[in-house]
């Protein structure tokens, strides 16, 4: 049976969806609700697993443990790393991949962004979920939406020079906190992924004042998204 896992970062981002939920139940593992119930008719499981890369691995392997989902969302918000996104646009994840982790001087063989026991440096996204997550931003906000790298960090990226530099190691479009502890614990349970990120700063000296403003208006945007991944993902399966 096909199962959707929805992850976000913070109360905002998944309180939409834990709404539309039907026949929801919750339940308490390692300190987050998981909502189990059925959104536009299939089967889901929505978590708030907190912020940061840790917090986000957990619930993917508690997702995939405990509940058996058969794909993975991670839905929320983003930083702007590319001058033709503004406030308000949609990424959908190509791949993902770590901005702060560097085993290089150790190993001149690893790459900036590269773990260790990995045959790749950034994560691959599902064809087919990337597929689903596009139209669906294209149909939510036309034109504004970018398929395309994310890159993820244990910090919030509120100056110029922080952007710089993770444009320069990352090449992607956008950047947060939780993406990339997601994409790999998916990859490596061989578990179908993507990540929809709507923006909702510039990543730059502005952060600060514009994150506060517009998240919220960004999460109800990815919400909305996900809402509609999940219709196509139940539309053909019915299909098949």
């Known amino acids: ?11 905002v981002e998944v309180e939409t969806l834990v709404s539309q939920l039907e026949n929801k139940t919750v339940s ?14 299939l089967p889901v499981v929505v978590v708030q697993c907190g912020v940061g890369k840790v917090n986000a691995a957990l619930c993917v392997q508690i997702l995939c443990d405990c509940f058996e989902v058969t794909h993975i969302v991670n839905t929320g918000v983003a930083g702007s790393l ?6 308000g646009d949609l990424v959908v994840s190509q791949d993902a991949m770590y901005h702060d982790f560097d085993c290089h001087v150790i190993n001149e063989n690893y790459s900036v962004g590269q773990v260790p026991g990995m045959d790749v440096v950034a994560f691959p996204a599902d064809d087919a979920l990337v597929g689903y ?6 149909l939510e906000n036309p034109g504004h939406t970018k398929i395309g790298r994310v890159a993820s960090g244990d910090q919030f990226v509120c100056q110029k020079s922080q952007k710089e530099q ?31 990120r709507a923006i909702s700063d510039k990543a730059d000296d502005s952060a600060e004042m514009d994150y506060p403003t517009f998240e919220t208006i960004a999460a109800h945007r990815c919400a909305k998204v996900t809402s509609s991944l999940a219709r196509q993902l139940k539309e053909a399966l019915d299909v098949n």
């Open 82 to 87: 590319c001058a033709d996104l503004d406030i």
């Open 166 to 196: 993770i444009v320069r190691i990352t090449g992607a479009l956008c950047t947060e906190m939780e993406g990339a502890g997601i994409a790999q614990t998916a990859y490596r349970n061989n578990v179908p992924y993507v990540i929809i």
């Open 28 to 41: 308490q593992k390692a300190g987050s609700s998981f909502y189990e119930g059925t959104l536009v008719g």
């Open 1 to 11: 049976m096909t199962k959707l896992g929805i992850i976000g970062a913070m109360q």
């Open 133 to 138: 997550a596009f139209a669906a931003g294209e």
